[in-house]
């Protein structure tokens, strides 16, 4: 009824209107709806365009009037709820009744999902490249800090490892593996935050030792700002960020605001962290006893440890004449004084919101987070505004703005590793001399005089001991601190240039300008209560330096999408031009000799004198085109291509431009007509190919020509130097890769299921630190293009789509695990040769091999046998007077008793004798030849390590390394199970790594007993007389043993499974709620990283291997364990 | 469709600040700001400078300053390693030990040829810096050229001295396309050419650098701290030494000799000492302008702290100088000293050998000192003092020696230069050196006597030999006088010509001085090479190093049969990427060997 009212209300203005048939200057009316009248109703004047160009509010009667530009605009009523008109300016009163919009029916919206990365904004189902990825709803409510936590075991072929466990580190990533052998090129995948490349400067810094910088970057997002996270894995995907991209590409997409009611969450996350404890270390007294006997064995000296010589062991009292004693009675736990529980707490606000012009989403996070190690305190304030604002249908301009500051305070020691070493029977606070209680100052070990040194005969802690700060006093006094400011402010311009749907050809033109600041400060004292040293051997160290960083990028991106008149075909191209800029400076300023006691006056240039002073200057600058297209035949036959060309500043003239090209497609079997009766239980079925290149430049400016610099003075006279070979041809690295992927998709997406095989192969591989003949006055030059190597793997994932649905319960799952091989197909000989290390034949020593069609990592040492029961002189003595043959057989019946004894064996195992009948001692590395290599040993004894003498030429020596297996994994990837039942939600994350090898270093110091570092339990169970079985060889000092050699003592298997993550999520009924005014609370607790399943005996099992070398432990903080409470609320 | 020609406009807008940008080529080509560009270098005569002193200051670099002093002196019977202390550089006492392998760092070699390719740097460029920059002449230039000629060619002597066949290029390296495996030059070859270069550029050389009004400018320390006219004639005289071409060698000698004496006349004639002044000097040093104690005081030794610590002595030609006080200005301290001989705190890993110390305490059979200077001779104070139990190498770890000689037994009391702050000069030639190797020149030109000669042809030979002999004589008994801690010298505290006069018991006499005098400073082992070299055995080195403490005998017999042996062997690293390089046969490489192997 109401609706033929309004219809003939209508014509009859229309006839109105057409009798006054003259320009209209303004429009006036009555809103209305339903209710009533309507008061703060919209009216605009709208262009061609759609742009606004005029607007008015209609009053508390509905009442409005409008001027009108120019009468060929359109006139606009909208309010917010109901349905907006658009009408023509064709008359000057409009009264209206607006319908509302939730009257209408339902009507079913097709809308493709779409790529959101750098490239084409490609249909989801179209994309023909290998990528992967999540969206972090997954992780909403996890105790992690940083994205690459959460991603570890998520994405297949994507290895991550955490560098250590204190705050702020980073972790070592690779993708498919690396695609470099050298260090100075940085082998971590790209990382691109909503198309924005973080540009920090990082000339003259070894790449892989910058990990922490680098992934400062991945610290600087709260993870609690990102909507997803893609990885593009293949050439294909990667084409278009060319050079950048060579190690792969994550692309994080922020959340920005949605349409609606202004909403504010709030978030508060409590962390509580512990570290795993590793192995168990001695306590004072068996510490001391290990000692004397260390010092006891290598000249069997019972003086060698008494207390005139080590008085600091012998457990002396104030009659002893040895003014420290007291100190020396302890049983102090180090590792438990320098750990505590950690404490994390994350705070984030978000206000999201926006109506039909403008969206935004403001964040604001605080985090304060305390170490697992005393003293280590980090506080984060993060802030990113994004903004959206629709000036027209046509335009859309967009700003985000990001801040962070970090403020760091480190700890100035590795205090850990200080608290493994240091000797137990040393009190931590310096104990009363009379009484022998605590006093409030630290006790720092103190140095001998030269004249005590002579009277003790030398000073066997000089090396270790006395240089070890005492961690806890570290902690406490020393001051380290870095603090960063990042800002990164962005403006972005869309403009719709042609047709605004699917019917009309389109062309949109993106421009953005983007900037990065990055300011850093590091501060630095170290007391001179920490140290005893004198005053004159500069005390009181401090330190003071700053760096910022100002990156400049602009894009520009033309997009056309024509429309054809056969739906059939879909086209879309792409042109890009980018261009980069940046600068840096950073100055620094050293001194010593602070008037400071205490730490009040902590800064160097407070009165003390100035040790050094340096700054440095540096920019860079790059320009990028990309062209890329994508076509698709009825939605089922894809082709994609993109080339792109990079300019740099690294090379010279000749080779500053690299192209990078790619091709990929996609053939969607399950749509071709004669699948259709696989569906619905096949959805999908699609193989795609894809071929791309592209390349990696070197990390350093100016190669291409001769630079000289500054060099020392020589009396008066100013002085410089060359400082470089000119690199007169060096080319850009390029990596060819090949890629099939196979995505299979059953019932209606319910269970995703991807395959990948590749083959990349990089040629003209940079190689940093190529070594020259030095006769030319240098020993290396940086760069050198060389060498050939290749990845192949293949990886495989599963996710699913509400799997299981009963009722109110729902599961999902997801599974990957990938794998992949490299090897080294082409190497100059020289450089093969350069990058094989020497065998030194010291203990500890590792040993790098890289051989041509072998992947590297490969771990080289010696079979262990055990521990030598008998000393070589019982045997000696015993056979003394016998026969060849009596020998012989006494030997058969010493070894069918289990017995072991340090003598040459032949290869049927009968003993070797020498000249009278005399057994042939084991021996290290002997040589015949009088060059006097090693006289020291006189051969292995009783209670040293047994290795295996392969080719039973009675001496161990390079000859019996053997291959004792890789660092590479042969499978790594996790899974994960999501339950979920009403309002509760129960989710778990698994990973692992298979079939890797580590070289336990930690564990090889902490059973040496070489030195006087503080052990491991282990070595009570050493070798202490004839006839005792056991692995662990007797404690010798010094170097005069080869107990530690690298063998497969040591070498241990790496596979691991480590529950990353279980959490239980509750949110309760919002219509609890209402009457409090909130619309959700959710409570969420987790568990992060609970367990690992391990055979690995060290602390974990996560242990990075970065190029050529094999993966070693060197007993780094492990990553902490940690218990998570959580609660969000929306208001 | 007026909105769509609109749009196009704005394309062709688009595209035109696009290709606006891209159209600078320039935007990709970007300058250094802390360092300079070879495009923008070499333009005026202060580049030159720079990259000269460039050359000195690497030569005073920690690396190539501890190689000098370990190829010249760890291997010889002057040095032992100091207790424990040694065990902070296995390296070198492995080199004490005789087990010299290719992996040894000492045998690297880059600062060297880093000096080298500096020289070769500037001579490529110089001459372009004088057709543009009009202050530089070309006396500047041929100056320039002299110098670093000297400097370069100083550097290769001290490798064929290490290491006998050493790659060998006057081109310097600039570009990585150019071919670096160059094989190693012969030892004659590589001496001639440095002949060759010097005798070509020694008259373009610097003969005085201009001094002070009031002589406390730092430019007062060029005439000793640069290369002059007479450290070109010094190394002149030594590469003849060398050569066996001793009629050369005496001519440059007596040349360093005689401009050191007008220098000292000079000097003389404005500071116009007295008569009794000139007539104790004369008595003791004759008209050779050493540096002399105060010689009517009992204190002696200073002598010694004024050549090393105080440095720019009238009687040094050519020295390494360093900051006096390092500490404070931040310039180089001499650290290779301090960490080899010692310093305040700092225990050396090197101290005077057993040998040495027994030769000291020994009244009578001396091998190193003789027995006629009883106790007193200075050195025994000045180089290592046997007597001391913080053994230092006085003679460059000390700031102030001073022997009180009152008694008949003198007593030596040291200031021991800090651990940072020690800034003894590095000789590399001073005039006692050039008097010696003159002395040696003389003593090999004589002719010896043997059992096949007749009575006849050994007077001939007597008379031929006798001014030879006495000019000998008197050029080592200066060097001898100068040291003894004696007031007033009589005939029967100095020693007596009868004692010396035969060839070989002058030869013996004038190494012997030689070898207590340059002791330390990283002479005696290229001595003792020299010595092989001219002799074609080892006999000398045999002896010498059988004198050590920690060599095992029996070893040192074989291993020195071999003339290969008395050099260094190339380093792992450098035969790696220099196939071309022969490895020395007498070292192993130090890698992968076998029991059965070498059996």
Same mark, same amino acid.
């Given at each position: 009824?109401?609706?033929?009212?309004?219809?003939?209300?209508?014509?009859?203005?229309?006839?109105?209107?057409?009798?006054?048939?003259?320009?209209?200057?303004?429009?006036?009316?009555?809103?209305?709806?339903?209710?009533?009248?309507?008061?703060?109703?919209?009216?605009?004047?709208?262009?061609?365009?759609?742009?606004? =160009?005029?607007?008015?509010?209609?009053?508390?009667?509905?009442?409005?009037?409008?001027?009108?530009?120019?009468?060929?605009?359109?006139?606009? *009523?909208?309010?917010?709820?109901?349905?907006?008109?658009?009408?023509?300016?064709?008359?000057?009163?409009?009264?209206?009744? #607006?319908?509302?919009?939730?009257?209408?029916?339902?009507?079913?919206?097709?809308?493709?999902?779409?790529? &959101?990365?750098?490239?084409?904004?490609?249909?989801?189902?179209?994309?023909?490249?290998?990528?992967?990825?999540?969206?972090?709803?997954?992780?909403?409510?996890?105790?992690?800090?940083?994205?690459?936590?959460?991603?570890?075991?998520?994405?297949?072929?994507?290895?991550?490892?955490?560098?250590?466990?204190?705050?702020?580190?980073?972790?070592?990533?690779?993708?498919?593996?690396?695609?470099?052998?050298?260090?100075?090129?940085?082998?971590?995948?790209?990382?691109?935050?909503?198309?924005?490349?973080?540009?920090?400067?990082?000339?003259?810094?070894?790449?892989?030792?910058?990990?922490?910088?680098?992934?400062?970057?991945?610290?600087?997002?709260?993870?609690?700002?990102?909507?997803?996270?893609?990885?593009?894995?293949?050439?294909?995907?990667?084409?278009?960020?060319?050079?950048?991209?060579?190690?792969?590409?994550?692309?994080?997409?922020?959340?920005?605001?949605?349409?609606?009611?202004?909403?504010?969450?709030?978030?508060?996350?409590?962390?509580?962290?512990?570290?795993?404890?590793?192995?168990?270390?001695?306590?004072?007294?068996?510490?001391?006893?290990?000692?004397?006997?260390?010092?006891?064995?290598?000249?069997?000296?019972?003086?060698?440890?008494?207390?005139?010589?080590?008085?600091?062991?012998?457990?002396?009292?104030?009659?002893?004449?040895?003014?420290?004693?007291?100190?020396?009675?302890?049983?102090?736990?180090?590792?438990?004084?320098?750990?505590?529980?950690? #404490?994390?707490?994350?705070?984030? @606000?978000?206000?999201?919101?926006?109506?039909?012009?403008?969206? *935004?989403?403001?964040?604001?996070?605080?985090?304060?987070?305390?170490?697992?190690?005393?003293?280590?305190?980090?506080?984060?304030?993060?802030?990113?505004?994004?903004?959206?604002?629709?000036?027209?249908?046509?335009?859309?301009?967009?700003?985000?703005?990001?801040?962070?500051?970090?403020?760091?305070?480190?700890?100035?020691?590795?205090?850990?590793?200080?608290?493994?070493?240091?000797?137990?029977?040393?009190?931590?606070?310096?104990?009363?001399?009379?009484?022998?209680?605590?006093?409030?100052?630290?006790?720092?070990?103190?140095?001998? &005089?030269?004249?005590?040194?002579?009277?003790?005969?030398?000073?066997?802690?000089?090396?270790?001991?006395?240089?070890?700060?005492?961690?806890?006093?570290?902690?406490?006094?020393?001051?380290?601190?870095?603090?960063?400011?990042?800002?990164?402010?962005?403006?972005?311009?869309?403009?719709?240039?042609?047709?605004?749907?699917?019917?009309?050809?389109?062309?949109?033109?993106?421009?953005?300008?983007?900037?990065?600041?990055?300011?850093?400060?590091?501060?630095?004292?170290?007391?001179?209560?920490?140290?005893?040293?004198?005053?004159?051997?500069?005390?009181?160290?401090?330190?003071?330096?700053?760096?910022?960083?100002?990156? *400049?990028? +602009?894009?520009? +991106?033309?997009?056309?999408?024509?429309?054809?008149?056969?739906?059939?075909?879909?086209?879309?191209?792409?042109?890009?031009?980018?261009?980069?800029?940046?600068?840096?400076?950073?100055?620094?300023?050293?001194?010593?000799?602070?008037?400071?006691?205490?730490?009040?006056?902590?800064?160097?240039?407070?009165?003390?004198?100035?040790?050094?002073?340096?700054?440095?200057?540096?920019?860079?600058?790059?320009?990028?085109?990309?062209?890329?297209?994508?076509?698709?035949?009825?939605?089922?036959?894809?082709?994609?291509?993109?080339?792109?060309?990079?300019?740099?500043?690294?090379?010279?003239?000749?080779?500053?431009?690299?192209?990078?090209?790619? @091709?990929?497609?996609?053939?969607?079997?399950?749509?071709?007509?004669?699948?259709?009766?696989?569906?619905?239980?096949?959805?999908?079925?699609?193989?795609?190919?894809?071929?791309?290149?592209?390349?990696?430049?070197?990390?350093?400016?100016?190669?291409?020509?001769?630079?000289?610099?500054?060099?020392?003075?020589?009396?008066?006279?100013?002085?410089?130097?060359?400082?470089?070979?000119?690199?007169?041809?060096?080319?850009?690295?390029?990596?060819?890769?090949?890629?099939?992927?196979?995505?299979?998709?059953?019932?209606?997406?319910?269970?995703?299921?991807?395959?990948?095989?590749?083959?990349?192969?990089?040629?003209?591989?940079?190689?940093?630190?190529?070594?020259?003949?030095?006769?030319?006055?240098? &020993?290396?030059?940086?760069?050198?293009?060389?060498?050939?190597?290749?990845?192949?793997?293949?990886?495989?994932?599963?996710?699913?789509?509400?799997?299981?649905?009963?009722?109110?319960?729902?599961?999902?799952?997801?599974?990957?695990?990938?794998?992949?091989?490299?090897?080294?197909?082409?190497?100059?000989?020289?450089?093969?040769?350069?990058?094989?290390?020497?065998?030194?034949?010291?203990?500890?020593?590792?040993?790098?091999?890289?051989?041509?069609?072998?992947?590297?990592?490969?771990?080289?040492?010696?079979? !262990?046998?055990?521990?030598?029961?008998?000393?070589?002189?019982?045997?000696?003595?015993?056979?003394?007077?016998?026969?060849?043959?009596?020998?012989?057989?006494?030997?058969?019946?010493?070894?069918?008793?289990?017995?072991?004894?340090?003598?040459?064996?032949?290869?049927?195992?009968?003993?070797?004798?020498?000249?009278?009948?005399?057994?042939?001692?084991?021996?290290?590395?002997?040589?015949?030849?009088?060059?006097?290599?090693?006289?020291?040993?006189?051969?292995?004894?009783?209670?040293?390590?047994? !290795?295996?003498?392969?080719?039973?030429?009675?001496?161990?020596?390079?000859?019996?390394?053997?291959?004792?297996?890789?660092?590479?994994?042969?499978?790594?990837?996790?899974?994960?199970?999501?339950?979920?039942?009403?309002?509760?939600?129960?989710?778990?994350?698994?990973?692992?790594?298979?079939?890797?090898?580590?070289?336990?270093?930690?564990? $090889?110091?902490?059973?040496?007993?070489?030195?006087?570092?503080?052990?491991?339990?282990? @070595?009570?169970?050493?070798?202490?007389?004839?006839?005792?079985?056991?692995?662990?060889?007797?404690?010798?000092?010094?170097?005069?043993?080869?107990?530690?050699?690298?063998?497969?003592?040591?070498?241990?298997?790496?596979?691991?499974?480590?529950?990353?993550?279980?959490?239980?999520?509750?949110?309760?009924?919002?219509?609890?709620?209402?009457?409090?005014?909130?619309?959700?609370?959710?409570?969420?607790?987790?568990?992060?990283?609970?367990?690992?399943?391990?055979?690995?005996?060290?602390?974990?099992?996560?242990?990075?291997?970065?190029?050529?070398?094999?993966?070693?432990?060197?007993?780094?903080?492990?990553?902490?364990?940690?218990?998570?409470?959580?609660?969000?609320?929306?208001? | 469709?007026?909105?769509?020609?609109?749009?196009?406009?704005?394309?062709?807008?688009?595209?035109?600040?696009?290709?606006?940008?891209?159209?600078?080529?320039?935007?990709?080509? =970007?300058?250094?700001?802390?360092?300079?560009? $070879?495009?923008?270098?070499?333009?005026?005569?202060?580049? @030159?400078?720079?990259?000269?002193?460039?050359?000195?200051? #690497?030569?005073?670099?920690?690396?190539?300053?501890?190689?000098?002093?370990?190829?010249?002196?760890?291997?010889?019977?002057?040095?032992?390693?100091?207790?424990?202390?040694?065990?902070?550089?296995?390296?070198?006492?492995?080199?004490?030990?005789?087990?010299?392998?290719?992996?040894?760092?000492?045998?690297?070699?880059?600062?060297?040829?880093?000096?080298?390719?500096?020289?070769?740097?500037?001579?490529?460029?110089?001459?372009?810096?004088?057709?543009?920059?009009?202050?530089?002449?070309?006396?500047?230039?041929?100056?320039? =050229?002299?110098?670093?000629?000297?400097?370069?060619?100083?550097?290769?002597?001290?490798?064929?001295?290490? *290491?006998?066949?050493?790659?060998?290029?006057?081109?310097?390296?600039?570009?990585?396309?150019?071919?670096?495996?160059? /094989?190693?030059?012969?030892?004659?070859?590589?001496?001639?050419?440095?002949?060759?270069?010097?005798?070509?550029?020694?008259?373009?050389?610097?003969?005085?650098?201009?001094?002070?009004?009031?002589?406390?400018?730092?430019?007062?320390?060029?005439?000793?701290?640069?290369?002059?006219?007479?450290?070109?004639?010094?190394?002149?005289?030594?590469?003849?030494?060398?050569?066996?071409?001793?009629?050369?060698?005496?001519?440059?000698?007596?040349?360093?000799?005689?401009?050191?004496?007008?220098?000292?006349?000079?000097?003389?004639?404005?500071?116009?000492?007295?008569?009794?002044?000139?007539?104790?000097?004369?008595?003791?040093?004759?008209?050779?302008?050493?540096?002399?104690?105060?010689?009517?005081?009992?204190?002696?030794?200073?002598?010694?702290?004024?050549?090393?610590?105080?440095?720019?002595?009238?009687?040094?030609?050519?020295?390494?100088?360093?900051?006096?006080?390092?500490?404070?200005?931040?310039?180089?301290?001499?650290?290779?000293?301090?960490?080899?001989?010692?310093?305040?705190?700092?225990?050396?890993?090197?101290?005077?050998?057993?040998?040495?110390?027994?030769?000291?305490?020994?009244?009578?059979?001396?091998?190193?000192?003789?027995?006629?200077?009883?106790?007193?001779?200075?050195?025994?104070?000045?180089?290592?003092?046997?007597?001391?139990?913080? /053994?230092?190498?006085?003679?460059?770890?000390?700031?102030?020696?001073?022997?009180?000689?009152?008694?008949?037994?003198?007593?030596?009391?040291?200031?021991?230069?800090?651990?940072?702050?020690?800034?003894?000069?590095?000789?590399?030639?001073?005039?006692?050196?050039?008097?010696?190797?003159?002395?040696?020149?003389?003593?090999?030109?004589?002719?010896?006597?043997?059992?096949?000669?007749?009575?006849?042809?050994?007077?001939?030979?007597?008379?031929?030999?006798? /001014?030879?002999?006495?000019?000998?004589?008197?050029?080592?008994?200066?060097?001898?006088?100068?040291?003894?801690?004696?007031?007033?010298?009589?005939?029967?505290?100095?020693?007596?010509?009868?004692?010396?006069?035969?060839?070989?018991?002058?030869?013996?006499?004038?190494?012997?001085?030689?070898?207590?005098?340059?002791?330390?400073?990283?002479?005696?082992?290229?001595?003792?090479?020299?010595?092989?070299?001219?002799?074609?055995?080892?006999?000398?080195?045999?002896?010498?190093?059988?004198?050590?403490?920690?060599?095992?005998?029996?070893?040192?017999?074989?291993?020195?049969?071999?003339?290969?042996?008395?050099?260094?062997?190339?380093?792992?690293?450098?035969?790696?990427?220099?196939?071309?390089?022969? /490895?020395?046969?007498?070292?192993?490489?130090?890698?992968?060997?076998?029991?059965?192997?070498?059996?």
């Amino acid at each position: 009824m109401r609706r033929i009212k309004f219809i003939i209300m209508s014509m009859a203005l229309l006839f109105a209107m057409t009798a006054g048939a003259q320009t209209i200057t303004s429009v006036h009316g009555t809103l209305s709806d339903d209710m009533g009248p309507l008061m703060g109703a919209t009216v605009c004047e709208i262009d061609g365009n759609g742009r606004i =160009i005029n607007s008015a509010i209609t009053d508390l009667n509905g009442n409005f009037t409008m001027k009108v530009k120019n009468p060929k605009d359109k006139i606009r *009523f909208s309010y917010v709820g109901l349905k907006t008109q658009t009408l023509p300016i064709n008359k000057t009163t409009y009264n209206l009744t #607006l319908s509302s919009a939730t009257q209408i029916k339902e009507v079913v919206v097709k809308s493709k999902k779409r790529a &959101t990365g750098n490239g084409l904004p490609i249909p989801e189902r179209e994309i023909s490249s290998a990528t992967q990825t999540i969206s972090t709803k997954e992780f909403e409510g996890l105790g992690i800090t940083s994205i690459d936590e959460a991603l570890q075991g998520r994405i297949a072929g994507l290895d991550i490892i955490s560098n250590s466990g204190n705050l702020g580190s980073g972790s070592t990533m690779r993708l498919r593996g690396a695609s470099s052998l050298s260090s100075l090129t940085d082998s971590n995948p790209l990382i691109v935050v909503d198309g924005n490349i973080r540009e920090v400067n990082l000339d003259g810094f070894d790449m892989a030792g910058a990990n922490d910088e680098k992934f400062a970057e991945l610290l600087n997002i709260n993870p609690e700002d990102i909507a997803s996270i893609t990885v593009l894995k293949d050439a294909a995907a990667t084409a278009v960020y060319g050079s950048q991209g060579g190690n792969g590409v994550i692309e994080l997409t922020t959340k920005r605001g949605v349409r609606g009611k202004p909403k504010v969450t709030y978030s508060l996350k409590l962390t509580g962290t512990y570290q795993p404890e590793g192995y168990d270390l001695l306590s004072g007294d068996d510490y001391t006893m290990m000692l004397k006997e260390a010092y006891f064995n290598p000249r069997q000296d019972d003086n060698a440890s008494d207390k005139e010589r080590i008085p600091e062991i012998n457990y002396l009292d104030d009659t002893d004449n040895f003014t420290e004693w007291r100190q020396y009675r302890d049983n102090t736990d180090w590792r438990d004084a320098v750990t505590q529980w950690g #404490l994390r707490q994350n705070h984030y @606000v978000t206000i999201s919101g926006g109506g039909e012009k403008a969206n *935004f989403r403001i964040g604001a996070g605080y985090d304060h987070e305390k170490g697992t190690m005393i003293e280590q305190v980090l506080n984060r304030f993060s802030t990113r505004v994004n903004l959206d604002y629709t000036v027209s249908e046509r335009i859309r301009v967009s700003t985000n703005f990001s801040l962070t500051y970090t403020k760091n305070d480190q700890n100035s020691d590795d205090l850990l590793s200080i608290a493994l070493k240091k000797m137990p029977n040393l009190s931590i606070y310096e104990k009363d001399p009379v009484t022998g209680e605590n006093t409030d100052s630290y006790y720092t070990v103190l140095q001998l &005089t030269e004249a005590e040194k002579a009277a003790r005969g030398g000073d066997v802690f000089a090396g270790d001991q006395r240089n070890y700060v005492n961690p806890v006093a570290s902690a406490y006094l020393a001051k380290k601190q870095h603090r960063s400011y990042d800002m990164n402010p962005e403006l972005i311009i869309n403009y719709n240039l042609l047709g605004l749907d699917e019917d009309h050809w389109q062309l949109s033109w993106r421009g953005s300008v983007y900037m990065n600041i990055a300011n850093h400060y590091n501060d630095s004292f170290y007391p001179q209560e920490l140290v005893s040293k004198k005053w004159e051997d500069k005390v009181n160290l401090s330190g003071a330096s700053s760096s910022k960083s100002v990156s *400049f990028n +602009t894009k520009h +991106t033309l997009t056309l999408t024509p429309a054809f008149t056969n739906k059939d075909h879909s086209l879309m191209m792409m042109g890009r031009f980018e261009l980069t800029s940046g600068n840096s400076s950073s100055q620094s300023t050293d001194g010593y000799g602070l008037p400071s006691s205490g730490g009040v006056i902590v800064s160097p240039s407070a009165g003390g004198l100035i040790s050094g002073m340096s700054s440095g200057y540096s920019q860079w600058r790059s320009m990028y085109y990309t062209f890329s297209m994508h076509y698709a035949f009825k939605g089922r036959y894809v082709i994609d291509a993109t080339l792109r060309a990079d300019g740099t500043t690294k090379f010279g003239p000749d080779s500053r431009w690299g192209y990078f090209p790619s @091709v990929s497609a996609k053939w969607i079997i399950s749509d071709e007509p004669w699948m259709q009766w696989a569906k619905p239980t096949l959805s999908m079925l699609a193989i795609r190919p894809s071929w791309g290149r592209v390349g990696n430049q070197p990390s350093q400016n100016y190669l291409y020509t001769s630079k000289y610099g500054s060099t020392t003075r020589y009396i008066d006279m100013a002085a410089m130097k060359p400082l470089n070979i000119r690199l007169s041809d060096l080319k850009w690295q390029r990596v060819t890769s090949y890629n099939l992927g196979l995505d299979i998709h059953f019932f209606d997406e319910k269970l995703n299921l991807t395959i990948e095989g590749y083959q990349s192969t990089t040629t003209d591989m940079l190689m940093g630190g190529f070594r020259i003949p030095s006769n030319t006055g240098f &020993t290396t030059v940086p760069y050198h293009n060389n060498g050939k190597m290749r990845n192949t793997g293949w990886e495989f994932h599963i996710n699913t789509n509400q799997l299981v649905k009963a009722g109110k319960f729902t599961m999902d799952m997801n599974v990957n695990f990938g794998n992949n091989r490299n090897e080294i197909l082409e190497m100059d000989p020289y450089i093969l040769e350069n990058k094989n290390s020497v065998y030194g034949y010291a203990n500890g020593e590792t040993l790098t091999r890289v051989q041509l069609h072998n992947p590297f990592g490969a771990i080289y040492g010696f079979k !262990y046998l055990g521990v030598y029961q008998y000393n070589y002189n019982t045997v000696k003595n015993a056979v003394e007077g016998m026969t060849k043959d009596e020998i012989y057989a006494w030997w058969r019946e010493f070894t069918a008793q289990g017995k072991t004894a340090p003598v040459a064996v032949n290869a049927d195992g009968d003993i070797v004798l020498e000249g009278n009948n005399v057994p042939k001692r084991m021996m290290y590395d002997y040589r015949s030849d009088d060059t006097g290599h090693d006289g020291s040993f006189p051969g292995f004894n009783g209670g040293d390590a047994i !290795y295996a003498d392969l080719n039973n030429d009675g001496q161990i020596n390079a000859l019996d390394i053997t291959y004792l297996g890789s660092s590479l994994p042969k499978l790594t990837g996790g899974f994960g199970f999501t339950f979920s039942y009403g309002a509760w939600r129960l989710s778990t994350q698994f990973t692992y790594r298979v079939g890797n090898k580590i070289i336990n270093k930690a564990r $090889l110091s902490a059973e040496a007993m070489t030195g006087n570092d503080n052990q491991s339990q282990a @070595v009570n169970y050493r070798w202490r007389q004839e006839g005792d079985v056991t692995v662990i060889p007797r404690a010798m000092n010094g170097n005069t043993n080869f107990n530690t050699l690298i063998s497969d003592r040591f070498v241990e298997d790496g596979s691991y499974l480590r529950m990353s993550y279980a959490q239980l999520n509750y949110s309760i009924n919002k219509k609890h709620l209402t009457w409090i005014g909130l619309n959700r609370i959710s409570f969420y607790g987790s568990v992060n990283n609970p367990f690992v399943l391990t055979k690995y005996s060290g602390v974990d099992p996560d242990i990075a291997f970065g190029g050529e070398s094999p993966a070693i432990d060197w007993a780094q903080t492990p990553r902490s364990r940690s218990f998570t409470l959580g609660v969000t609320v929306d208001f | 469709m007026k909105i769509m020609k609109k749009n196009y406009y704005h394309i062709i807008c688009a595209i035109c600040v696009i290709c606006g940008f891209s159209s600078c080529a320039d935007f990709l080509e =970007i300058k250094p700001q802390s360092e300079i560009i $070879l495009e923008d270098f070499w333009n005026e005569k202060a580049d @030159v400078d720079n990259v000269v002193a460039g050359c000195y200051s #690497l030569l005073q670099d920690d690396g190539v300053r501890r190689r000098m002093m370990i190829w010249g002196e760890a291997r010889s019977e002057n040095v032992m390693a100091n207790g424990v202390a040694i065990n902070g550089d296995v390296d070198l006492h492995n080199i004490l030990k005789e087990n010299i392998t290719a992996m040894n760092k000492y045998t690297t070699w880059n600062g060297f040829y880093d000096v080298i390719n500096r020289c070769n740097t500037v001579l490529k460029y110089a001459p372009e810096v004088a057709a543009k920059d009009p202050a530089y002449t070309t006396g500047d230039l041929n100056a320039t =050229i002299a110098e670093v000629t000297a400097l370069r060619s100083l550097c290769y002597f001290y490798l064929i001295r290490a *290491f006998r066949d050493v790659p060998f290029s006057r081109e310097a390296f600039t570009d990585d396309n150019q071919t670096m495996d160059l /094989p190693a030059t012969p030892f004659g070859t590589v001496l001639d050419y440095l002949i060759e270069d010097l005798e070509a550029v020694q008259d373009g050389a610097v003969k005085r650098y201009p001094e002070s009004e009031n002589g406390s400018s730092d430019k007062d320390r060029y005439q000793t701290g640069r290369i002059t006219q007479d450290a070109i004639h010094a190394m002149l005289c030594e590469l003849y030494l060398w050569k066996g071409d001793y009629d050369n060698c005496i001519r440059y000698a007596d040349l360093v000799i005689k401009s050191k004496q007008d220098m000292e006349e000079e000097k003389e004639q404005r500071r116009r000492s007295s008569a009794e002044t000139k007539a104790l000097v004369k008595l003791r040093l004759g008209d050779y302008p050493l540096v002399y104690d105060n010689l009517t005081s009992t204190t002696f030794g200073e002598a010694y702290s004024e050549i090393f610590a105080t440095g720019s002595s009238k009687e040094t030609v050519f020295e390494l100088s360093y900051d006096k006080s390092p500490s404070q200005s931040g310039l180089p301290a001499n650290s290779a000293v301090v960490s080899l001989y010692g310093g305040s705190t700092r225990t050396p890993l090197l101290v005077g050998s057993k040998y040495l110390k027994e030769d000291i305490e020994a009244t009578s059979q001396r091998t190193v000192y003789e027995d006629a200077n009883k106790k007193l001779d200075a050195r025994m104070y000045t180089n290592c003092d046997a007597t001391s139990d913080a /053994p230092r190498i006085r003679k460059m770890a000390s700031s102030r020696i001073s022997i009180n000689a009152s008694t008949s037994s003198p007593k030596a009391d040291y200031n021991t230069y800090a651990d940072n702050n020690n800034s003894s000069s590095w000789i590399f030639y001073r005039l006692p050196d050039i008097m010696l190797m003159k002395a040696e020149a003389l003593c090999e030109k004589m002719r010896s006597t043997n059992e096949e000669t007749t009575a006849e042809e050994d007077s001939i030979i007597a008379a031929y030999n006798k /001014p030879l002999l006495e000019k000998a004589f008197e050029l080592a008994n200066v060097v001898n006088k100068r040291s003894i801690c004696k007031k007033d010298l009589t005939g029967a505290d100095t020693l007596q010509f009868a004692n010396y006069a035969s060839k070989d018991l002058m030869t013996k006499f004038v190494k012997r001085e030689r070898q207590r005098e340059l002791m330390y400073e990283g002479k005696r082992w290229f001595d003792l090479v020299r010595y092989s070299l001219r002799a074609g055995n080892t006999d000398e080195v045999i002896e010498a190093v059988g004198h050590r403490e920690d060599v095992n005998k029996g070893f040192v017999q074989n291993f020195f049969k071999k003339m290969d042996a008395i050099f260094w062997p190339y380093n792992i690293d450098e035969m790696k990427v220099n196939r071309n390089l022969v /490895p020395n046969p007498s070292f192993s490489s130090g890698e992968n060997s076998s029991y059965e192997k070498t059996n």
